[in-house]
T-cell receptor, first 115, second 116 residues
Framework: ETGVTQTPRHLVMGMTNKKSLKCEQH?????MYWYKQSAKKPLELMFV???????ENNSVPSRFSPECPNSSHLFLHLHTLQPEDSALYLC??????????????FGNGTRLTVT | AQSVTQLDSQVPVFEEAPVELRCNYS??????LFWYVQYPNQGLQLLLK??????LVKGINGFEAEFNKSQTSFHLRKPSVHISDTAEYFC??????????????FGQGTILTVHP
């Protein structure tokens, strides 16, 4: 149990579908993150939320739409994705993104395949 | 801009042998440094971090790393590995002078395979 739970674990979707990834943390943290892990590429930060406010959008295409209704939940809404968007999407949380001694706690990820 | 280079994509070793996973970084500002481990089908777990102070940092599972500012390196070491250490290891940095410490720049990862 990592304290950060992601659902679903696996998702296969067509390019015209709309789906959502869900992340929930039970650690009392105030910051949440989406990272993308593609094969043979370094992990890429996508979005950061701190106290429910988006503080970072790392030039992510608009077909990815994050939502953070409260400090415990983070969603990633997906629509009209491309096959190159297939990857492992990792959610993470930390106490506060503005505190240096606040390590990231990662979930186990959602393996997304776009067909 | 920051970058992280993990010099070896794969490192095979035998059980009980020592191992070193190499990490070099590039940054125009001071950085914090991290090593994470990812076991198959799991997320990343923090092994250790360097924020300030002693340049030799000890982490979980018997791992340690040494920050070398002049060589801009943060190599990970373990004196005797176990089969259970087989995993992918990621080096990462964040901007020490910034306001978003969760904004990590990761290396490409090193797959450590421990053979019996």
């Amino acid at each position: 149990e990592t304290g950060v739970t992601q659902t679903p674990r696996h998702l296969v979707m067509g390019m015209t579908n709309k789906k959502s990834l869900k992340c929930e943390q039970h650690l009392g943290h105030n910051a949440m993150y989406w990272y993308k892990q593609s094969a043979k590429k370094p992990l890429e930060l996508m979005f950061v939320y701190n106290f429910k406010e988006q503080t970072e959008n790392n030039s992510v295409p608009s077909r990815f739409s994050p939502e953070c209704p409260n400090s415990s939940h983070l969603f990633l809404h997906l629509h009209t994705l491309q096959p190159e968007d297939s990857a492992l999407y990792l959610c993470a949380s930390s106490q506060d993104s503005g505190q240096m001694n606040s390590p990231l706690h990662f979930g186990n990820g959602t393996r997304l395949t776009v067909t | 801009a920051q970058s992280v280079t993990q010099l070896d994509s794969q490192v095979p070793v035998f059980e009980e042998a020592p191992v070193e996973l190499r990490c070099n970084y590039s940054s125009s500002v001071s950085v914090y440094l991290f090593w994470y481990v990812q076991y198959p089908n799991q997320g990343l777990q923090l092994l250790l971090k360097y924020l300030s102070g002693s340049t030799l940092v000890k982490g979980i599972n018997g791992f340690e790393a040494e920050f070398n500012k002049s060589q801009t390196s943060f190599h990970l070491r373990k004196p005797s590995v176990h089969i259970s250490d087989t995993a992918e290891y990621f080096c990462a940095v964040s901007n020490a002078g910034g306001t978003s410490y969760g904004k990590l720049t990761f290396g490409q990862g090193t797959i450590l395979t421990v053979h019996p």
